[in-house]
């Protein structure tokens, strides 16, 4: 990603707000978080659409991250949908020794982007974005 790239913030908690997303405590209900919004390609009125986002999550990170996206320039919550090709899901780390970054790229003239968590365990250190 280019020096460019922007984290995508999450409000964790009230008035906090955090590149990171982790599970807050030892319950076994799976939480879900949306990030601050972000400009989009389409926001611009860019042509060409393409958007990169990279996911960095820990070796004991279960859950899924994938990007949301939307036309309205004032979204309200039910004009956000997933974007197709960008999710990423862990059941088990197992499998993992160390952090996994995965990266996606996405066309679309989107207005706004934003990333979405929803985690079981570990923790999501970093969502970076460029458009």
Not at 47 to 67: A, K, P, Q, R, W
Not at 100 to 112: A, E, L, M, R
Request: aromatic residues 16%; proline residues 2%; glycine residues 8%.
């Amino acid at each position: 990603m280019s020096a460019l790239s922007t984290p995508l913030e999450f409000v964790t908690y009230i008035g906090t707000a955090s590149v990171s997303v982790f599970y807050p405590n030892t319950a076994t209900t799976v939480l879900s978080y949306y990030s601050q919004m972000e400009k989009g390609d389409g926001y611009y009125g860019s042509s060409d659409g393409l958007h990169t986002v990279m996911y960095t999550c820990t070796e004991n990170f279960i859950g899924t991250v994938t990007m949301q996206a939307t036309l309205a320039t004032q979204p309200q919550d039910s004009d956000w949908f997933n974007v197709l090709g960008t999710t990423s899901s862990y059941n088990s780390f197992d499998s993992r020794n160390s952090s996994t970054v995965d990266i996606y790229n996405f066309t679309g003239n989107f207005v706004w982007v934003r990333g979405y968590v929803q985690i079981a365990d570990g923790q999501v250190q970093s969502i970076l974005y460029n458009h």
